[in-house]
């Protein structure tokens, strides 16, 4: 029996009849993205959570809208009004990027589609498009003909599975709590994350130093690869990073992966950030000593101007997917694979998954990979600017010049009769206050990070449309927030610490 109702909803379904409607709302969904893009003057409106939440908690979803305008109207005010927009040249924060509209396009395809990355039977060519641009990617890293690789939905995600993948190839020769994974001070937090979810013990994540511009040091590696072959330890993995998340620092990975190759050590290269550098005609050589990896983590939605989602991880050995492969009979029976039909649920630790592989492969076919790597050498060459003009600021002090994009530096309080001296701990809460006031006016947003326990603000490019003005005017208003927090706002204290002591 047909529901009473059917006249009513089925036309939400998206189907041969209901094409029109279809067409009508992603026309009505793109013209309000297009009109906040066009209008916005700031890249936030510095709406706080206490503001937001009473309006999104008041929505009753038991009552819908039945209308397209309507619903969007309403998100407006709940969402599109207030959302942080990366797109604009003065957002300035974390590792996210600017988006190109071949991936857009890529992005309104394969929802639409919504093909399902598992079985062939759920996608057909999609499973081939992702399998070329694995093909393609591992070209570019100089892995060989027996790489192999899957897309992931980001660089947590990737470094998990490599590490899933060198713990099977480890496990023969000690118990979990033997394991350990080697990386750097600057190395990301995910690889804990990893060791945690995959039983290592609390010990197996080892840090070892860096140097003055936060590279792993290969002598402190060597010291600890030692050090862990004595203890009677395992170490299944050595983590290097290119372009660490604070400095952009790009650990040397030939005489990492020398260490590695001597020791028979897995290498993984956490290149979520670094990967801009495979398409850089300019720079591809500071990733020189990546095709020695055993596998690598590439995030597209870090330097490649993807939306989220859309990272990989590679294996220079195909065959060493296999640890993470299941078979179920009524997904993927071994028959199929025996048949010689493709599929990328045996590689992949997801089982429903995205065909975000289709923005890239759009991406690629409407821009190309020069194209790309021209914005990303655009951003680094900005950053190397930015480096030169707060170095030259006596109101800043910078920590170290990145190969990639990122700038760490701190507002320094001049020294005034107000506080008795300088304090370290002023100094610190100048910068906290500075950051959060500047997300609260919404005329920039920014990050902050400590280093070597003191709190340090952050700047990440990743927009080859932000102007050295910009960042420029960014400095003033945050100079300008820290210096009120010193003038007006800080608690008085008799503290004579010196700031640069
Ligand atoms: C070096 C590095 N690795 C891994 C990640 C995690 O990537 P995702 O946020 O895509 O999970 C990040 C994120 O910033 C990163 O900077």
Not at 32 to 46: M, Y
Not at 53 to 74: C, T, V, W, Y
Not at 76 to 105: G, S, T, W
Not at 415 to 437: F, I, S, V, W
Request: aromatic fraction near 6%.
């Amino acid at each position: 029996m047909t529901s009473p109702h059917a006249g009513t909803v089925r036309p939400y379904l998206f189907n041969d009849r209901t094409v029109e409607g279809y067409r009508r709302a992603m026309t009505e969904a793109t013209a309000r993205v297009a009109g906040r893009i066009r209008r916005a003057d700031r890249p936030f409106s510095g709406v706080s959570p206490e503001r937001l939440a009473p309006e999104i908690a008041a929505i009753d979803l038991e009552r819908p809208l039945h209308d397209h305008a309507a619903a969007l109207d309403e998100l407006e005010r709940v969402y599109l009004r207030d959302a942080v927009y990366f797109h604009h040249p003065r957002y300035l924060a974390h590792l996210n990027c600017p988006v190109v509209i071949p991936a857009l396009l890529g992005e309104a395809v394969l929802s639409a589609v919504n093909s399902s990355l598992d079985t062939w039977d759920q996608s057909a060519g999609g499973t081939l498009i992702e399998r070329r641009l694995i093909e393609w990617t591992a070209g570019r890293i100089g892995f060989g003909p027996a790489a192999d690789g899957v897309f992931t939905s980001g660089g947590t995600q990737s470094n998990l599975h490599a590490l899933l993948l060198a713990r099977e190839e480890a496990r023969t020769e000690a118990p979990p709590a033997r394991l350990r994974v080697i990386t750097s001070e600057a190395g990301h937090f995910s690889v804990r994350k990893a060791a945690d979810l995959l039983g290592l013990g609390p010990d197996a994540v080892v840090t070892v130093e860096t140097d003055g511009e936060r590279r792993m040091r290969p002598a402190a590696l060597a010291r600890e690869l030692d050090r862990c072959h004595r203890a009677g330890q395992v170490v299944m993995a050595v983590v290097a990073t290119a372009g660490t998340t604070d400095f952009g620092s790009i650990d040397p990975l030939p005489e990492i992966a020398a260490l590695c190759e001597a020791a028979g050590v897995w290498l993984h290269v956490d290149a979520a950030y670094g990967c801009g550098l495979l398409v850089s005609r300019r720079r591809r050589h500071l990733l020189d000593g990546i095709e020695r990896a055993d596998s690598v983590t590439v995030d597209f939605h870090k330097s490649f101007f993807q939306p989220v989602s859309s990272s990989a991880v590679l294996v220079r050995d195909g065959a060493m997917l296999r640890h993470a492969a299941h078979h179920a009979d009524y997904l993927n029976p071994r028959r199929m694979a025996e048949r010689g039909i493709p599929n990328q649920v045996d590689k992949s630790l997801q089982t429903t998954r995205r065909f975000d592989a289709l923005k890239l492969w759009l991406t690629l076919r409407i821009m190309g990979p020069d194209a790309v790597g021209e914005l990303f050498d655009e951003v680094v060459d900005r950053a190397a600017e930015a480096y030169d003009l707060i170095a030259a600021d006596p109101r800043f002090e910078i920590v170290t010049r990145s190969p990639l994009s990122t700038l760490v530096f701190r507002y320094l309080p001049p020294d005034g009769p107000r506080h008795g001296g300088l304090g370290r701990k002023l100094a610190d809460d100048a910068n906290l206050y500075a950051r959060e006031a500047l997300a609260a006016s919404g005329e920039a947003v920014v990050a902050g990070t400590t280093v070597d326990g003191r709190h340090y603000l952050k700047l990440t490019l990743l927009n080859p449309e932000t102007t050295l003005d910009d960042v420029a005017h960014v400095l003033d208003l945050l100079a300008g927030h820290a210096q009120r927090y010193v003038d007006d706002l800080a608690p008085l204290t008799e503290e004579v610490t010196h700031v640069c002591s």
